[in-house]
């Protein structure tokens, strides 16, 4: 049994702070409740919506959102209420009946193209995983349904998966003008049907995959880790706007020499391995001068 423990996290929106629990709630799902009726499904939107200053419950995967009306300030508010739906959670409090029909939220799934021609990236409006995961064949992607799902297509190569998209590499049987519409039907209906999107052994929350993700970073040594950060703030963004993404693997200090992990569109497509294997190691030794001989980029 899962024991929740909630924080507390403010938006752009002064209304509205999400509580946000360390497990999921719903899986791959969102939903709107803008009063008790509407709320019919959900037990816990309900138990909310008895509160006075309730206006808007939003229930996502590891989060309840709650917009407030102006009669209090969240300050006044804010820790009692987190505690009440921590509680309820711990109380095995239902989130979500989810055989009755709910108010979701629409899936919007849009193509976008890649430096790679034989990678579409396809974004979607909501988070389909935490942590970025690449399924080179049918096989590695036995714990991913969505991933394995893809690969029935007869000219999907390769899937890649990250917050809020999917990456998919084509064989060159078809070009992508003739199947992408057909590809994204599929993607949006599958999430619109609340399928899983990944099995529980790799299902993580965002707090979850940032733990890890500092717990490895923790183990590297100086020098690695400013290379770690300097990917992270300049190199990623770009590539994951490209329906791609990169890896920090090795350092050596004898040799000065840098391994790198291409994912997604960046791998398999020379012409971009090229691009940034050059763009990373001229940035790299501008910014870490002395210590930075080669860089090595490995098509993930």
Request: proline share 4%; hydrophobic share 40%.
């Amino acid at each position: 049994m899962s024991t929740f423990s909630i924080s507390i996290t403010p938006t752009s929106n002064d209304a509205i702070k999400k509580f946000e629990a360390d497990s999921f709630l719903v899986k791959h799902e969102s939903f709107e409740f803008k009063n008790i009726e509407e709320a019919a499904n959900s037990p816990l939107a309900q138990q909310l919506f008895y509160l006075p200053f309730v206006k808007t419950v939003y229930i996502a995967q590891n989060f309840v959102a709650v917009e407030k009306y102006n009669i209090v300030e969240w300050i006044d508010i804010q820790d009692e209420l987190s505690q009440q739906i921590e509680d309820y959670l711990n109380d095995n409090g239902v989130v979500v009946i989810t055989e009755t029909t709910a108010k979701k939220i629409p899936v919007t799934v849009y193509a976008e193209s890649t430096p790679n021609p034989a990678v579409l990236k396809f974004v979607t409006n909501k988070k389909i995983v935490a942590a970025v995961l690449e399924f080179k064949n049918i096989d590695e992607a036995k714990d991913a349904p969505l991933a394995q799902a893809l690969f029935n297509f007869p000219f999907v190569k390769e899937v890649f998966l990250a917050e809020n998209y999917v990456s998919i590499q084509k064989y060159d049987i078809v070009e992508w003008d003739d199947v992408f519409h057909e590809v994204r039907e599929f993607i949006k209906n599958y999430i619109s049907d609340g399928k899983d999107i990944v099995a529980d052994n790799l299902v993580q929350t965002p707090k979850q995959a940032e733990s890890k993700k500092e717990e490895d970073f923790e183990h590297l040594d100086d020098i690695s880790k400013e290379i770690v950060n300097i990917i992270e703030e300049y190199v990623k963004p770009a590539v994951a706007s490209d329906g791609g993404n990169i890896l920090f693997k090795h350092y050596d200090p004898q040799t000065k020499n840098v391994q790198v992990i291409l994912q997604g569109a960046c791998s398999g497509c020379p012409s971009s391995t090229f691009t940034l294997k050059n763009g990373i190691e001229t940035m790299l030794k501008e910014m870490m001068q002395g210590k930075i001989n080669r860089v090595d980029a490995i098509n993930g």
